[in-house]
């Protein structure tokens, strides 16, 4: 039995062993096509690398991820945070890999008391809206932060209703901190708007007693659609 089997199983070995190197020849000729072409990554944090680049901003730390399954099963969001800066970009997983989504990066450089910009996703057959909102607190006076996402109704008169349709608050248990800088990520989902206007997004920053330091409308970010 022992001569029978012997030949079995040395054929089982080298059918292994050749399968074995064809998906190495196989990994080492897609990582190669991966960084040539960049069409598509090993890894999500490759793709996001890819953003990073594209807007010109630094490799940064990452602070947080999120899964955005309304947008794709594989969508995920990532934040990141160098020096002087603060990048909020996502990816997908492909037929050829990891691919980098779109991205936006705040200057940090200008001395503001409080950072924020804003990144919304929407695809064709879902009604939804994914709308994340983030930033960086500089001002150490600064305790709590809050998005206001508000939208207009137009009357026949002329005037002008604003209403509130969300309000997305950070406190100190929320804030990311990384070289003592604080940052904040906050997500809402937007299954119907029923207003005239388009969102507008307004971050405001308290001090410890709830007085107004800082308000201003969010006017940087991207917006992006998937067929």
């Known amino acids: 039995m022992?001569?029978?089997?012997?030949?079995?199983?040395?054929?089982?070995?080298?059918?292994?062993?050749?399968?074995?190197?064809?998906?190495?020849?196989?990994?080492?000729?897609?990582?190669?096509?991966?960084?040539?072409?960049?069409?598509?990554?090993?890894?999500?944090?490759?793709?996001?690398?890819?953003?990073?680049?594209?807007?010109?901003?630094?490799?940064?730390?990452v602070l947080a991820r999120d899964w955005a399954?309304?947008?794709?099963?594989?969508?995920?969001?990532?934040?990141?945070?160098?020096?002087?800066?603060?990048?909020?970009?996502?990816?997908?997983?492909?037929?050829?890999?990891?691919?980098?989504?779109?991205?936006?990066?705040?200057?940090?450089?200008?001395?503001?008391?409080?950072?924020?910009?804003?990144?919304?996703?929407?695809?064709?057959?879902?009604?939804?809206?994914?709308c994340y909102y983030y930033g960086r607190v500089d001002d150490p006076a600064i305790e709590r932060v809050e998005v206001s996402v508000r939208g207009v109704y137009y009357h026949e008169d002329g005037t002008e209703e604003w209403e509130e349709a969300a309000c997305l608050p950070a406190g100190p248990e929320d804030f990311l901190e990384w070289k003592g800088h604080r940052h904040f990520l906050l997500s809402h989902t937007i299954a119907a708007w029923?207003?005239?206007?388009?969102?507008h997004a307004w971050a405001t920053g308290y001090d410890s007693t709830g007085n107004v330091v800082t308000e201003f409308e969010i006017e940087t970010g991207t917006h992006s659609y998937f067929g």
Not at 52 to 57: F, H, I, L, P, Y
Not at 98 to 117: I, K, N, S
Not at 194 to 199: A, I, K
């Open 2 to 61: 022992s001569k029978q089997e012997t030949p079995k199983r040395e054929k089982l070995y080298v059918r292994r062993r050749w399968v074995l190197r064809r998906f190495a020849v196989f990994l080492l000729v897609l990582l190669a096509v991966n960084h040539f072409m960049q069409i598509g990554f090993l890894l999500p944090i490759q793709g996001i690398r890819q953003v990073e680049e594209r807007q010109g901003a630094p490799h940064g730390r």
């Open 69 to 130: 399954p309304e947008i794709h099963r594989t969508h995920l969001v990532y934040l990141t945070a160098a020096e002087d800066a603060v990048t909020l970009a996502d990816t997908y997983l492909s037929l050829y890999g990891w691919m980098g989504g779109f991205g936006w990066t705040l200057d940090c450089t200008t001395g503001e008391p409080l950072y924020a910009g804003e990144m919304t996703m929407s695809r064709d057959e879902r009604e939804e809206t994914v």
């Open 194 to 199: 029923p207003y005239d206007s388009s969102r």
